[in-house]
């Protein structure tokens, strides 16, 4: 399949060139706190005792420091929604990168992941070079208190070591299968990031790595009073070293003074003030109108909540007290409020221990005054009126295993299909159903029936079909599935096509 370098820049192009920033910055930083402790003269005699290990472990906490104000960022959802829909980002480029934040979020993650296990190597080197290179000459600059010893028990050890196991929780939780089959440890172990900043805080606060203060009175390599004429021939021999460079006084080391607040304490801040936000918005509880159970364990909640405003492709983070005060999810709006109807509504699928639990809580009882906390509203569009964005075509296309999968949706699907015809459109909206078992759909969901399919669709003919009635065009694919069909998807938008067609692959997923 030949690639599409038109398709490929629109849907890979800002992605990659974000990627390519990133990873010039961590390799920049890398790299230059490496020459600094290699080089520096005010490193000069640490880095004699403990050799690469020194520039290794510097440069890789530069760079964890780094993307650890980084990995916040992408979390503020608030405030990229506010950015997304504000009128001053008007690139659509734009604001598909800020709709992949999660993606960067899970870079800077493995990136800190990745360098924690190069910090933590060469520290483990480093703490045997304290030991076996003990200096007799510069007491200051030792991590031992004796030739051959080990310490264990000092701060940045012992801090390191819980950074490590938090990190190392965060990390295994973080997996697909943890996330989809026990979503609550995925969200508990996150929310240790709390206890992992605040030892990172404390981390450098021991002073195991000093720094000479006085290089002019005492020059790295000068002649010492207290040396042996032997060790001064040497020296002279070896670096040409006359009276002047005799030292005027003995080196002096003092601890490094901490910087990784100055990385991360914007950051934090930022996602502070941002939870808060999102806690004060929290506070108005949402009345719960219908609830309403549908084939295959899917619930329809229809809420009420005043002053709500939402448009079509939103969606919206609940949480629910009465389930888990601290758990919060994501499902996207199938009903957005209106000037005529102030209700708005969600389709959950009953999967997991929060769905269950929450549904449980919904149907022996349905109460209207259950309190329901909608945590975020994530705003897709930008508030422009969609002018020059305006949709000339619509196609839906909806694979699903049995027929009844269909029904919870297909009142829906019929309502908007009468009011296309009745408005003469009905051309606007093309619908594509298929299902891997045969069947016939109830008799008052008999618009559907002439459009649904046995089998999986053909992407690529389904694709090319479209690209043929919309040459030269922008065509927008958006995608909520399994992994497969998404590769599918993702593999056939950035393919080249005779028709000039562009088609821009866009992918929704909370797991």
Same mark, same amino acid.
């Given at each position: ?6 398709? #490929? ?21 890398? @790299? ?16 004699? /005792? ?25 979390? *503020? ?44 190597? $060469? ?77 990172? /805080? ?5 002073? +195991? ?6 290089? =002019? ?14 060790? !001064? ?5 070896? !670096? ?18 901490? !910087?990784? #607040?100055? #990385? ?18 929290? *506070?108005?509880?949402? %009345? ?46 199938? %009903? ?19 769905? =269950?639990?929450?549904?449980? @809580? ?47 949706? +297909? ?47 053909? #992407?690529?003919?389904?694709?090319? =079909? ?22 599918? @998807? ?5 393919? $080249? ?10 992918? =929704?997923?909370?797991?």
């Amino acid at each position: 399949m030949v690639v599409s370098v038109r398709s #490929w820049v629109a849907n890979e192009g800002g992605k990659h060139l974000v990627l390519m920033l990133w990873l010039a910055a961590n390799t920049w930083l890398f @790299l230059k706190t490496f020459l600094l402790y290699s080089t520096g003269q005010q490193y000069h005699y640490l880095y004699k /005792m403990l050799g690469p290990g020194l520039c290794i472990s510097r440069a890789s906490a530069s760079v964890l420091n780094l993307n650890c104000s980084l990995v916040l960022l992408p979390m *503020c959802r608030s405030l990229l929604t506010f950015v997304r829909g504000s009128h001053t980002v008007s690139s659509r480029k734009t604001r598909r990168l800020l709709d992949k934040s999660k993606t960067f979020h899970v870079a800077c993650g493995v990136a800190i992941c990745i360098f924690s296990v190069v910090h933590v190597s $060469a520290h483990l080197v480093n703490v045997i070079n304290f030991s076996v290179s003990y200096s007799d000459d510069f007491p200051a600059l030792n991590l031992a208190r004796y030739r051959g010893e080990v310490r264990h028990t000092h701060i940045p050890g012992v801090t390191g070591v819980l950074l490590v196991l938090i990190l190392f929780l965060m990390f295994t939780s973080s997996s697909y299968c943890v996330r989809v089959s026990n979503y609550e440890i995925f969200w508990y172990t996150h929310n240790l990031f709390i206890v992992f900043y605040i030892i990172l /805080m404390v981390h450098m606060v021991g002073g +195991a790595l000093k720094y000479q203060t006085n290089i =002019e009175a005492h020059p790295p390599g000068c002649l010492r009073a207290n040396q042996s004429g032997a060790e !001064q021939l040497g020296e002279e021999l070896e !670096q040409g070293e006359d009276e002047e460079r005799r030292c005027r006084e003995e080196a002096h080391f003092q601890p490094h003074y901490p !910087q990784t #607040w100055l #990385w991360v304490s914007g950051p934090l801040c930022l996602y502070c003030a941002e939870r808060f936000y999102r806690y004060i918005r929290s *506070c108005d509880p949402v %009345t719960i109108v219908t609830v309403i159970r549908h084939p295959c364990d899917v619930i329809e909640l229809r809420m009420l909540k005043k002053n709500f405003k939402a448009r079509p492709g939103q969606y919206i983070v609940l949480n629910c007290p009465g389930v888990s005060s601290f758990e919060n999810h994501p499902f996207t709006l199938t %009903t957005c409020p209106t000037e005529n109807k102030e209700t708005f509504g969600i389709h959950l699928r009953v999967v997991g221990d929060w769905t =269950e639990r929450f549904t449980q @809580l919904l149907l022996p009882k349905p109460r209207i005054d259950l309190e329901i906390l909608p945590m975020v509203q994530q705003r897709r569009y930008p508030n422009d009126g969609w002018k020059g964005f305006r949709l000339q075509r619509l196609y839906f296309v909806w694979v699903c295993r049995e027929l009844q999968s269909f029904y919870w949706f +297909a009142e829906l699907l019929c309502a908007v299909h009468h009011k296309l015809w009745q408005e003469n459109r009905p051309d606007y909206f093309n619908l594509k159903l298929f299902i891997s078992q045969t069947d016939n759909l109830q008799e008052k969901y008999r618009p559907l029936t002439s459009r649904l399919l046995v089998g999986r669709p053909r #992407w690529k003919l389904l694709l090319d =079909e479209i690209a043929k009635t919309n040459n030269n065009k922008r065509v927008g694919v958006f995608c909520c599935g399994p992994k497969g069909i998404s590769r599918t @998807l993702h593999r056939l938008c950035n393919s $080249a096509r005779s028709s000039g067609t562009t088609f821009e692959f866009n992918k =929704e997923s909370f797991s």
